[in-house]
C-alpha cells in the first residue's frame, strides 16, 4: 500500500511542479556554508481564516510558497531565508509559533514554508 500512497503523491507532485509551478530560488546564509542559492520549484498559495481576539471576531491570512529542490542542494528554510520566484516575487521564511516549514506529505516530496510577502 505505501507503494501506491507514494507513487499517487509523486503523480501529484509532478502535476503541481508541470502545471502549477514556477521556477526560483531559495536564497539564504548558514555559518556553515556560507550564502547559498538554490533552484526551487515554487506553488504560492493563501490560507484564510477566522480566529478571535478578547471577543472580537478577526479575518486573517497566512501566505506560503510548497518549494521543492529542482538541481543540486537541498536545505532546510530557516527564518530569514528568501524564496524569489522567476516572476519576480519574493517572500522572506518566517516562523509562526510553529517552526517556518513542515513536510506537504509523509514521503518528503516538497515542503510548506510560511513566508511574509516583500514588498
Known amino acids: 500500500m ?8 509523486n503523480w501529484l507532485e ?4 508541470s ?5 526560483g530560488t531559495l536564497s539564504g546564509y548558514r555559518e556553515d556554508i556560507g550564502s547559498f542559492s ?7 498559495g493563501q490560507t484564510e481564516y477566522d480566529t478571535e481576539d478578547e471577543g472580537v471576531k478577526i479575518r486573517a491570512s497566512n501566505l ?10 537541498d536545505i532546510n528554510p ?6 524569489e520566484g ?3 516575487r519574493k517572500a522572506t521564511v518566517v516562523d509562526l509559533g510553529t ?3 513542515s513536510w506537504t506529505d509523509p514521503f518528503h516530496n516538497a515542503r510548506r514554508v510560511h513566508v511574509s510577502e516583500d514588498s
Open 2 to 9: 505505501g507503494d501506491m500512497l507514494n507513487t499517487g503523491l
Open 14 to 17: 509532478n502535476q503541481r511542479r
Open 19 to 23: 502545471h502549477f509551478a514556477e521556477t
Open 38 to 44: 538554490y533552484a526551487v520549484s515554487i506553488t504560492w
Open 64 to 73: 506560503d510558497a510548497i518549494v521543492a529542490f529542482t538541481g543540486q542542494g
Open 78 to 83: 530557516e527564518v530569514g531565508d528568501v524564496i
Open 86 to 88: 522567476q516572476s519576480g
Open 99 to 101: 517552526g517556518s516549514w
